[in-house]
């Protein structure tokens, strides 16, 4: 993969984007946006998809936790996607590299009309040089936060797969507060192995899921390799590694052996 320009889809989770008081940690998305805006310049095109807005949202209004009431955590997120996208804005033109704002439902990506005027936009946006910044549309959609419903999304781990199959990415990297895919608790079992290379999503593989993650999140292993499976069918690689190690990043892109790598292809059903 050296040296060959590729269209990737990077997914950051709200654990690498926020402190445990669930404030934005400033220092991590500086590093992001560096980062992202480095590889643009190598000539590879980014799209990111974040979370987070929820989380922000809570903190920005002085909730003292995470709503449980639909309306409510919908008011979060329009209020955290609003702080959110103005500091992805202040980040990002310390680069000089424009970013743009793309909110989603899962009725624009299950209609095929939708999905193809989404998928033009993503490729005027990306013809331009610009990052596309996206999130589910929490504000007005309740697939990820609220369960029990008909959902297409749901998370945006998946979230991410499908954009990245929309847009024909070559590569989508997910972020999160581990450093892979282990054969094992690695908070429970110190001697867990990271799994480097992943070639089929065998039965045993699905069985290494565990459940969610941090309280500021709502992914766990399980949307991770639900996301891998859209990835591995719809013919591109993903890789799971951690956010807290932005200059990774680089050395994924090139091919290295870090983080998870599910590769394209084969499915065990």
């Given at each position: 993969m050296e040296g060959k320009k590729q269209r990737i889809v990077v997914k950051v989770g709200t654990s690498t984007l926020t402190h445990d008081s669930g404030s934005l940690d400033l220092r991590s998305m500086e590093r992001l946006a560096r980062t992202l805006a480095d590889l643009h310049g190598l000539g590879h095109e980014i799209i990111l998809v974040s979370s987070g807005a929820i989380a922000v949202g809570t903190e920005s209004?002085?909730?003292?936790?995470?709503?449980?009431?639909?309306?409510?955590k919908q008011a979060a997120a329009a209020v955290g996607?609003?702080?959110?996208?103005?500091?992805y804005d202040k980040l990002f033109a310390e680069y000089n590299q424009s970013v743009a704002q793309i909110l989603l439902t899962g009725d624009d990506v299950?209609?095929?009309?939708?999905?193809?005027?989404?998928?033009?936009?993503f490729s005027a946006l990306?013809?331009?040089?610009?990052?596309?910044?996206?999130?589910?549309?929490?504000?007005?959609?309740?697939?990820?936060?609220?369960?029990?419903?008909?959902?297409v999304l749901g998370d945006n781990d998946t979230l991410s797969a499908i954009v990245a199959g929309l847009c024909r990415a070559d590569l989508?990297?997910?972020?999160?507060?581990?450093?892979?895919?282990?054969?094992?608790?690695?908070?429970?079992?110190p001697e867990a192995r990271l799994l480097h290379q992943v070639a089929e999503l065998t039965p045993e593989i699905l069985e290494m899921a565990g459940g969610a993650g941090t309280w500021r999140g709502t992914g766990g292993m399980a949307t991770k390799l639900s996301a891998a499976r859209v990835a591995m069918t719809s013919g591109f690689d993903m890789v799971i590694t951690n956010g807290a190690k932005m200059e990774n990043l680089y050395g994924i892109v090139e091919g290295q052996d870090i983080g998870t790598r599910f590769i394209a292809g084969r499915i065990t059903q």
């Open positions: 209004l002085g909730l003292p936790e995470r709503p449980r009431e639909l309306r409510m996607q609003c702080r959110m996208m103005h500091i299950d209609n095929p009309d939708r999905a193809e005027h989404l998928r033009g936009t990306l013809s331009m040089g610009v990052i596309p910044v996206v999130n589910e549309n929490d504000s007005v959609s309740s697939a990820e936060i609220e369960t029990g419903h008909h959902k989508l990297i997910l972020l999160s507060d581990i450093d892979g895919l282990y054969d094992a608790d690695p908070k429970v079992h």
